[in-house]
């Protein structure tokens, strides 16, 4: 019997991606892994918002959150910025995070056209 460990159903639950409805705003990717004894699952999320003036500011809201429970850790693997344009349904991912380096953009666009599929998407 395969039972399902609470980590995993707690990463089931999270979305891949969140940002700000429209504008310019920093972002970050950040990778989820479960703290539990023998579970190896681990998802990447985005996370972009106009109210952080730093990345770090971001993240450490975010993992604050999903650490409380003591079931997941975080760990933020790049960061960069988004032009959201939600008149004309074009997101533009760019650019890096002095603190946490350049986020893959691929994997980052990747989410958003899941969260947007009838956006176009650019990366570079």
Known sequence: MCTQTKAAA?????????????????????RV??????DDSEIDIVRGYGWAE???DIYDKVSEELEKDGHLDCECIGGGRIKHDAQAKKIHVYGYSMGFGRANHAVTTEKLKDRYPDYELHAG
């Open 54 to 56: 730093y990345h770090a």
């Open 10 to 30: 707690l990463m089931a639950n999270i979305p891949r991606a969140d940002i700000d409805p429209s504008g310019v705003f920093k972002y970050v990717l950040i």
């Open 33 to 38: 892994h479960s703290r539990e004894e023998g």
